[in-house]
């Protein structure tokens, strides 16, 4: 059964850091691009970030490009969000999600097959 | 980018009824659509991808279709499960992936 478990969401100061990560099990990992998407409580979904399976190409959404970055440990079946200079619109649930890319397409024309349970980020004073 | 609207953006239905929720996007995206059902307080689960292929383990009372700029959700008879939000979301080559705003699907 395939698992995604996030971790490191909390309450951070603006401008302040945080680090998510996201254990992955039952299945190879290093198989899948692995992405991020964030959810403001109550409102839609909002693509972040996407590694391919090798973790040498990155892709990030406009509003967290230069702050955040993604990376993967491959070894240690995991995926990381580095999250820097944080304001009030980061504040999200933080899910990590499985992606799945059809034959003779781009690595990051992805939907998400598997999603983790989401970690909050709280970015507060 | 590619901009990505859903109707309704609410849905009143009775277990029993069909229902098709509405997606359309900004430019062609060819069938790069997927769709994904969310239940308060849970992660989105995914239904459909390349705008008509059901997702192993989905009821096959869902249905996708459409290709280009305009995509349809059916549900041919409600069940009590079913009463969730739904999202569609884009992931053609030319623009960064994005989602619609949801559809929620409330019991009349």
């Known amino acids: 059964e395939v698992q995604l478990v996030e971790s490191g969401g909390g309450v951070v100061r603006p401008g302040g850091s945080l680090r998510l990560s996201c254990a992955a099990s039952?299945?190879?990992?290093?198989?899948?691009?692995m992405s991020w998407v964030r959810q403001v409580p109550g409102k839609g979904l909002e693509w972040v970030s996407t590694?391919?399976?090798?973790?040498?190409?990155?892709y990030y959404a406009d509003s967290v490009k230069g702050r955040f970055t993604i990376s993967r440990d491959n070894a240690k079946n995991s995926l990381y969000l580095q999250m820097n200079s944080l304001g009030a619109e980061d504040t999200a649930f933080y899910y990590c999600?499985?992606?799945?890319?059809?034959?003779?397409?781009?690595?990051?024309?992805?939907?998400?097959?598997?999603w983790g349970q989401g970690t909050l980020v709280t970015v507060s004073s | 980018d590619i901009q990505m609207t859903q109707s309704p953006s609410t849905l009143s239905a009775s277990v029993g009824d069909r229902v098709t929720i509405t997606c359309r996007a900004s430019?062609?995206?060819?069938?790069?659509l997927a769709w994904y059902q969310q239940k308060p307080g849970k992660a989105p689960t995914l239904l459909i991808h390349?705008?008509?292929n059901l997702q192993s383990g989905v009821p096959s009372r869902f249905s996708g279709s459409g290709s280009g700029t305009e995509f349809t959700l059916t549900i041919s008879s409600l069940q009590p499960d079913d009463f969730a939000t739904y999202y569609c979301?884009?992931?053609?080559?030319?623009?960064?992936?994005?989602f619609g705003p949801g559809t929620k699907l409330e019991i009349k």
């Open positions: 039952g299945f190879t990992f290093d198989d899948y691009g």
């Open positions: 979301q884009q992931y053609n080559s030319y623009s960064p992936v994005s």
């Open positions: 430019q062609t995206i060819s069938n790069w």
């Open positions: 999600a499985r992606g799945r890319s059809a034959p003779g397409s781009s690595w990051y024309q992805t939907w998400f097959d598997s």
């Open positions: 390349r705008a008509s």
């Open positions: 590694i391919n399976w090798k973790g040498i190409h990155t």
